[in-house]
DNA sequence: TTGTATGCAAAGCGTTTGCAGTGAT
DNA sequence: ATCACTGCAAACGCTTTGCATACAA
């Protein structure tokens, strides 16, 4: 059976304060402020963990490590800041897709992410590279 | 100076002739039927230079290892078949996505990639897990 | 008491790098 | 003859796993 634990809980509680999605290396440095002497093995099981339980999903963006974020955000994609390369929701959706797959083609889900300035970063001083599928927009 | 060496010509080749975006492993699979002793530091060491000076570019995926294709695409997105787990280009693009930002933000850029069953994988016998952002279209 | 959960360290996997030898110029 | 390039193996960063101990039930 499943054991309630001080670390578990303060892994838990890291992502729920957070309020966007966390590098397991984010979690252990929240969580460690309750459990100083954590360790970063017993982050990467509890996330699985997690997942398995369904409480928290999976955030995977293009090129960068995974995150994770509490559920129940509902269906969303992801902001990635080019300045402070933080991630946050985006709770909007363009919607239908299926016109822009090549014929013959089915698609069945699709991801997206916007690259821009987050609110806390909004004066641009230098452009990301992002060499692969890009446009304004 | 820059030199050629069969190993560079046998990797440009590879890329060249695969149509899509390849992991590194597989430029060297097809590469080593030119060159059958290259080793797989070669692949990233060229894919590397060949990056820098623009003759190819990279696409990152979410959760997938970088891939490396030709250049001269234009701008395009990309769509994985959920089945052969292969990567196509999609010379489509949604357009502005600016409003789907939340307020404050500014958007400069976007990624997208679609997932459905490619051309030679259609009967879908089961389903891909992709626990984040994800909806029909 | 029982056995899951933890911390540590070692192992894995993809990628990068140091180094001595190879080969294009 | 140079010196960039190559192959090999070690090093790296992130993630997973084995193992003995700790602790929730």
Same mark, same amino acid.
Request: contains cysteine.
């Given at each position: 059976?499943?054991?309630?634990?001080?670390?578990?809980?303060?892994?838990?509680?890291?992502?729920?304060?957070?309020?966007?999605?966390?590098?397991?290396? %984010?979690?252990?440095?929240?969580?460690?402020?309750?459990?100083?002497?954590?360790?970063?093995?017993?982050?990467?099981?509890?996330?699985?963990?997690?997942?398995?339980?369904?409480?928290?999903?999976?955030?995977?963006?293009?090129?960068?490590?995974? /995150?994770?974020?509490?559920?129940?955000?509902?269906?969303? +994609?992801? @902001?990635?800041?080019?300045?402070? %390369?933080?991630? @946050?929701?985006?709770?909007?959706?363009?919607?239908?897709?299926?016109?822009?797959?090549?014929?013959? @083609?089915?698609?069945?889900? +699709?991801?997206?992410?916007?690259?821009? /300035?987050?609110? %806390?970063?909004?004066?641009?001083?230098?452009?990301?590279?992002?060499?692969?599928?890009?446009?304004?927009?």
């Amino acid at each position: 059976m499943e054991r309630s634990t001080r670390q578990r809980s303060a892994i838990r509680d890291a992502l729920q304060a957070a309020q966007r999605p966390l590098l397991p290396q %984010e979690v252990l440095t929240a969580a460690q402020t309750q459990v100083p002497g954590m360790g970063i093995a017993t982050v990467y099981r509890n996330l699985k963990a997690l997942l398995d339980e369904g409480a928290i999903q999976l955030v995977s963006l293009p090129g960068e490590n995974p /995150r994770y974020e509490t559920r129940g955000h509902g269906h969303h +994609h992801h @902001f990635q800041c080019t300045a402070c %390369e933080r991630v @946050f929701d985006v709770h909007a959706c363009p919607g239908d897709l299926s016109r822009l797959a090549p014929a013959g @083609f089915t698609v069945e889900d +699709h991801e997206l992410t916007l690259y821009g /300035r987050c609110r %806390e970063c909004q004066p641009p001083p230098a452009r990301r590279q992002r060499p692969s599928s890009s446009r304004p927009g």
